[in-house]
């Protein structure tokens, strides 16, 4: 499909590419069917540096709720994740669809790359000083990459296809022009601006494909999108880790610590495997199935590495160093926990369930692990206990089928 919404394949796609040693290659797009189609170097690369910004932001999402900061803390967030996994959507479809892994398609992808690191380093200044000016100009970057792509996928298609690839360039080009004006308004301005400049962004696909759709390939989507969940679980894991040495070194309060990192260890243990339980490429058959869960991961994503800001909260309210109760402190972590067990069910793993029992599973956990939080200090750990017996009723309950 496209990069920016997933959607239903063209009629008759062109098949895989063919060995080519050539620098440069013509941008064909790629079939719907191509056998062993998996996720490229490049691909696993740009995931990585993509997580970095992640990181960033889970980091100064921890530090503003630790200080008591919700609001500016959570709008910052949604901002920066926004452009960070809109981005990083972008990119992924388009891959499906066109990857010719040429040199000028190896560049742009890089200076893609460069363009989420810029937005990683503006990220402190935005949850700081309301600063956007380099979170803006480095997803300006990204987009203005992509608007080559769909430039060179224009040059190479004709007709109908031809059509939907200039929208796209169009489209892409008028927002960042639009983000461009963003950053020269007032303070209170922004405020009511950028909302309209997301929706913007987001009308760019329908517009382009509204009547013809680009290929994308769904065993291709469906690795690409479990990769992406299993480095933000692991920089979840890492952010955690991070927090509870530098708490020992500097508290050496490790009895108050290990009920948060046990706790933790489970929660994000359990989420992969609740994430991985099934594939699921199986399901994504149709343009709305493919359209609710692709657009659907923002939630996942954010919630994934919300959960790690949320364990970093977590170990600084078991040191005393949170300028917030215990008890919503674990509200930082059984919040985000709960929200990824319910949009996870609702996306994918709901499809493969048979019977109430099955079903419920998810959505009672869900309740569960918001549950937890009335127990202050030790909600972690009990939030983690829950997420690991949910993981072994459903182990239980698929044994029984068999």
Not at 38 to 55: M, N, S, W
Not at 201 to 206: I, K, N
Request: hydrophobic share 55%; charged share 15%; net charge neutral.
């Amino acid at each position: 499909m496209s990069s920016d919404s997933p959607a239903s394949p063209r009629p008759h796609p062109v098949g895989p590419h063919p060995a080519d040693p050539r620098p440069v290659r013509r941008m064909v797009p790629r079939s719907r069917n191509e056998p062993h189609r998996v996720a490229t170097p490049l691909e696993l690369f740009f995931d990585l540096c993509f997580v970095v910004a992640v990181g960033q932001a889970g980091r100064e999402l921890a530090h503003d709720l630790a200080g008591g900061h919700w609001g500016d803390g959570l709008t910052g967030y949604l901002f920066a994740f926004f452009a960070i996994w809109w981005a990083w959507m972008n990119f992924t479809w388009f891959a499906s669809a066109y990857d010719c892994d040429d040199v000028p398609y190896r560049i742009t992808t890089l200076v893609q790359i460069a363009g989420v690191l810029v937005l990683a380093a503006g990220v402190p200044r935005l949850f700081a000083d309301q600063d956007i000016v380099l979170v803006v100009l480095g997803y300006v970057v990204m987009r203005l990459a992509m608007v080559t792509q769909w430039l060179r996928a224009a040059a190479a298609e004709e007709g109908p296809a031809r059509a939907v690839a200039l929208r796209y360039a169009a489209g892409i080009t008028l927002c960042q022009i639009g983000w461009g004006v963003v950053m020269l308004l007032p303070h209170d301005v922004r405020t009511v601006v950028i909302p309209v400049g997301i929706l913007a962004e987001l009308a760019v696909p329908a517009i382009a494909e509204l009547r013809l759709q680009t290929p994308w390939h769904p065993h291709h989507i469906a690795e690409r999108y479990g990769l992406f969940t299993l480095i933000v679980l692991g920089e979840t894991v890492a952010a955690a880790t991070v927090a509870v040495q530098s708490a020992v070194d500097e508290h050496e309060g490790l009895g108050r610590l290990l009920p948060v990192a046990a706790g933790g260890l489970l929660i994000c243990f359990s989420a992969w495997w609740i994430y991985f339980a099934r594939p699921v490429h199986e399901h994504l058959r149709s343009s709305r199935q493919a359209f609710l869960w692709g657009y659907g991961h923002y939630l996942v994503f954010g919630a994934a590495a919300a959960i790690g800001a949320g364990l970093e909260v977590a170990v600084e309210s078991a040191v005393h160093k949170a300028h917030i109760s215990e008890t919503a402190a674990t509200a930082t972590v059984t919040v985000p926990t709960a929200l990824y067990l319910f949009t996870v069910w609702a996306l994918h793993a709901r499809h493969a369930k048979t019977g109430a029992v099955q079903l419920a599973l998810l959505p009672v956990a869900s309740v569960a692990v918001l549950a937890c939080t009335a127990a202050g200090g030790s909600g972690v750990l009990a939030a983690g206990l829950v997420t690991a017996v949910t993981v072994a009723a459903g182990v239980a309950l698929q044994a029984r089928e068999r």
